[in-house]
T-cell receptor, first 113, second 115 residues
Framework: GESVGLHLPTLSVQEGDNSIINCAYSNSASDYFIWYKQESGKGPQFIIDIRSNMDKRQGQRVTVLLNKTVKHLSLQIAATQPGDSAVYFC????????????FGTGTRLTVIP | GAVVSQHPSRVICKSGTSVKIECRSLDFQATTMFWYRQFPKQSLMLMATSNEGSKATYEQGVEKDKFLINHASLTLSTLTVTSAHPEDSSFYICSLVGHNQETQYFGPGTRLLVL
């Protein structure tokens, strides 16, 4: 069936290091992917998105990479800061052109000062 | 992006009562809003898609008679949990689709505790 999953449930990094959060998906019909950050007790916050016709997209301190061959998505955070500590979710649209999302299980990122 | 608010932020109710949660779009007219539920340490699960002026579309396994959704205007959608039970205790989050019709922007969530 369709699934969006993460390789690692938790990730700890030293402040200033780069973080890489991975996500695997199985729905080949998905053409839009988003990374969200969720802090405790709050709603998800949009970080960055990417369409299936792209391999890479960069934002401020964040980069998303998409490998459609192996159905893999990653979020790279440069110079990780304590404020980056949160749970990160990848999400995909359920089918091409659809705007309802299917969320992965989430990875908890802890930044060690 | 879009600014989304929810009210209340948290609510405690007795078993058997009904609770209404409001989701408002503060700076954008949203024809489509979504309602999610999130249990502790779990991911977001889509409950239903709310379309302005029409009936909501519920995901498989979500009881439409228990979770009543009303999207009466382009800036307001409400979720009513009817005859709430302790197992309905969860974090309920709404979202709406922005101008590009794809990116979803989320509200701050409502923590429901049913005693």
């Amino acid at each position: 069936g369709e699934s969006v999953g993460l390789h690692l449930p938790t990730l700890s990094v030293q402040e200033g290091d780069n973080s890489i959060i991975n996500c695997a998906y199985s729905n080949s019909a998905s053409d839009y992917f988003i990374w969200y950050k969720q802090e405790s007790g709050k709603g998800p916050q949009f970080i960055i998105d990417i369409r299936s016709n792209m391999d890479k997209r960069q934002g401020q301190r964040v980069t998303v990479l998409l490998n459609k061959t192996v159905k893999h998505l990653s979020l790279q955070i440069a110079a990780t800061q304590p404020g980056d500590s949160a749970v990160y979710f990848c999400a995909e649209n359920k089918e091409t052109g659809a705007n309802n999302l299917f969320f992965g299980t989430g990875t908890r990122l802890t930044v060690i000062p | 992006g879009a600014v989304v608010s929810q009210h209340p932020s948290r609510v405690i109710c007795k078993s058997g009562t009904s609770v209404k949660i409001e989701c408002r779009s503060l700076d954008f007219q949203a024809t489509t809003m979504f309602w999610y539920r999130q249990f502790p340490k779990q991911s977001l699960m889509l409950m239903a898609t709310s379309n302005e002026g029409s009936k909501a579309t519920y995901e498989q396994g979500v009881e439409k008679d228990k979770f009543l959704i009303n999207h009466a205007s382009l800036t307001l959608s409400t979720l009513t949990v009817t005859s709430a039970h302790p197992e309905d205790s969860s974090f309920y989050i709404c979202s709406l689709v922005g101008h590009n019709q794809e990116t979803q922007y989320f509200g701050p969530g409502t923590r429901l505790l049913v005693l």
